[in-house]
Every structure is written in structure tokens, then in C-alpha cells.
């Protein structure tokens, strides 16, 4: 993989890009970017240190790193009900900065098509029946 545009160490760690942060700790940052690219929901999800891409993760960093995806993945799954955590490797990584996204919401692809909500009065084990009235 050729070195390429780290825009991640170049601009969001040394704060000069403006990004709402979700979640950080001293090795990983989490992240609403400036110009959303994915669904209604997008975080992104990047370690501190350089990275190039997800084949040079040392394990060390590679388990911060989750730990951190799956506590936004969670908020992001009570909010929305799902999620989508995608990386990108090799001719498919726009940027030479291992990042995951984190994406829900309106806009995202659909692998799964998600069951229609079913309202609780006609959820198994609740009779749909009218309310009853006085009188």
C-alpha cells in the first residue's frame, strides 16, 4: 500500500479541524466528522497513533481500539437500533489512517432488510382490543 493523505494526524489530532467528539481515551479517538458521509448516524473511530490500515494493527492497539467501537457502536444501536462498522483496505482506503466508521440511520447500504416496527398493542401476549369505557 502505497503512503498516501492522512488527514486523521494531519488535521483531527492536532485540532485543527473542528470535529464533535463521542468518545476518547489516550490511545483512541471517536468522532462526528464536519461533513457527514455515511447514514444519519456517522462516528468515526480512529487510534491516536499512526496506523496506516487495519493489516499493520498491532494486537495491543487493535483491542483498545474495539473496546472503544463497541461502547459507540452500543449507543449508536440504542439510538437507532443498528449499525454498520466499516473499514476500508488496500486501493478501497481513501486515507493511509486505519478508521472506522460507524454508521446508522437514513443513507446507510442495507444488507439486511429490517422488519417493519410492530406497534406494542399488537405485540404477542397483548390483546388488541378497544379500551374500555365507564358508563
Request: net charge negative.
Amino acid at each position: 500500500m502505497a503512503d498516501g493523505p492522512d488527514w486523521y494526524c494531519a488535521q483531527v489530532l492536532p485540532g485543527h479541524i473542528a470535529v464533535d467528539v463521542v468518545c476518547e481515551t489516550d490511545d483512541v479517538l471517536a468522532f462526528r466528522p464536519p461533513v457527514p458521509g455515511f447514514g444519519a448516524e456517522h462516528i468515526i473511530v480512529i487510534p491516536k497513533q499512526h496506523v496506516r490500515s487495519l493489516l499493520e494493527l498491532d494486537a495491543d492497539t487493535a483491542v483498545k481500539l474495539l473496546a472503544v467501537q463497541q461502547t459507540v457502536a452500543a449507543e449508536v444501536i440504542d439510538r437507532h437500533g443498528g449499525c454498520q462498522a466499516i473499514t476500508s483496505i488496500g486501493d478501497e482506503q481513501h486515507n493511509r489512517h486505519l478508521h472506522i466508521h460507524i454508521a446508522a440511520g437514513e443513507g446507510v447500504a442495507r444488507f439486511v432488510q429490517r422488519a417493519p416496527q410492530v406497534p406494542d398493542t399488537q405485540k404477542p401476549g397483548r390483546p388488541n382490543r378497544p379500551a374500555e369505557h365507564d358508563g
